[in-house]
């Protein structure tokens, strides 16, 4: 089955200062990569994905790209502001049809230092 | 509010007890899924249902069941509870062969 891993475990930026969480997957048939912030006491909210057939997408302060042959993808969060302070997940699923889960990463605790 | 929404947010119990969790969701979708949140953060599914299967992580013990009155739930029952079941656990929904997620608030257990 699939296997993700994130890094780091706990991301400490300054305020405007950007912040990269890298994570590593194993399943070459996975094609769909989301990424999820999770605040205390609530659930995940997606707040950005990509597919396997483009390498880079960007909304706002948060980009995501992809490198297909390495097996890696990464969050890039420019201008960080204190309400980016949250845990983020990496996830990756095979969108082949029928109701597959998502493999999340372990998460990685993010502190934006005022 | 469109949204994904689960019942109750707490639940504490005795080991062995019976219970379950509530999941609705408005979104239309008709794919949705339950997922384990444990004490270190880590989210594993647990299970994925449409209206054409049932996918069950072979890790889940059998005392937990999917149970889907309609395309808008998928309730989640736990028989015989275990300590290590406690945990945070989500509801999600997406919508056909799209993969976009949407998670629920989340059922707090707790098993004394």
């Known amino acids: 089955g699939e296997n993700v891993e994130q890094h780091p475990s706990t991301l400490s930026v300054q305020e405007g200062d950007s912040a990269v969480i890298k994570c590593t997957y194993s399943?070459?048939?996975?094609?769909?990569f989301p990424w999820y912030k999770q605040e205390l006491g609530k659930g995940p909210q997606l707040i950005i994905d990509?597919?396997?057939?483009?390498g880079e997408k960007k909304d706002q302060r948060i980009a995501v790209t992809l490198n297909k042959t390495a097996k890696h993808f990464s969050l890039h969060i420019t201008e960080t502001q204190p309400e980016d302070s949250a845990v983020y997940f990496c996830a990756a699923s095979n969108s082949g049809g029928g109701a597959d889960g998502l493999t999340f990463g372990k998460g990685t605790h993010l502190i934006i230092q005022p | 509010d469109t949204a994904v929404s689960q019942t109750p947010k707490y639940l504490v119990t005795q080991m062995g007890n019976d219970k379950s969790i509530k999941c609705e969701q408005n979104?239309?979708?008709?794919?949705m899924y339950w997922y384990k949140q444990d004490s270190k953060k880590f989210l594993k599914i647990m299970f994925s249902y449409n209206n054409k299967e049932l996918i069950i992580n072979e890790t889940v013990p059998n005392r937990f069941s999917p149970k889907s009155p309609d395309k808008a739930h998928l309730n989640l029952h736990i028989n015989s509870l275990e300590l290590g079941d406690s945990a945070v656990y989500f509801c999600?929904?997406?919508?056909?062969?799209?993969?976009?997620?949407?998670f629920g608030p989340g059922t707090r257990l707790t098993v004394l």
């Open positions: 399943d070459s048939a996975s094609n769909y």
């Open positions: 999600a929904s997406s919508h056909g062969s799209r993969n976009e997620q949407f």
């Open positions: 990509i597919r396997s057939n483009v």
């Open positions: 979104l239309g979708h008709d794919t």
